[in-house]
């Protein structure tokens, strides 16, 4: 299953991250008609004075040569969105800690 990922850095400890990026709403996201499965996840890992924050969409595309011929516009959409993902993450976190 093709994958796509994005990561930033965030001033919060993995746990307070991981509560952050649930509490936030985003925009559904914008998948080709050629995309049959689509799953997203987030990893929090520590990372000097806070979390790397890892947004991944994994998806699989048919039928079989329409997935080949739409691999990397497909790519660029994806990652395009999952970094727009992690920068809504790192605004956020950096604002929560800004109100701490």
Do not use: C
């Amino acid at each position: 299953m093709p994958q796509v990922s994005a990561d930033a850095h965030v001033p919060l400890p993995p746990d307070l991250a991981g509560a952050v990026a649930e509490s936030l709403t985003h925009p559904p996201l914008r998948v080709p008609p050629h995309v049959r499965d689509l799953r997203t996840s987030w990893r929090f890992r520590p990372a000097g004075a806070g979390t790397l924050a890892i947004h991944t969409i994994s998806y699989a595309a048919g039928p079989a040569w329409l997935g080949v011929l739409a691999h990397e516009p497909t790519q660029w959409l994806l990652r395009h969105q999952a970094v727009r993902r992690v920068d809504r993450l790192a605004e956020a976190a950096r604002s929560h800690r800004q109100d701490s």
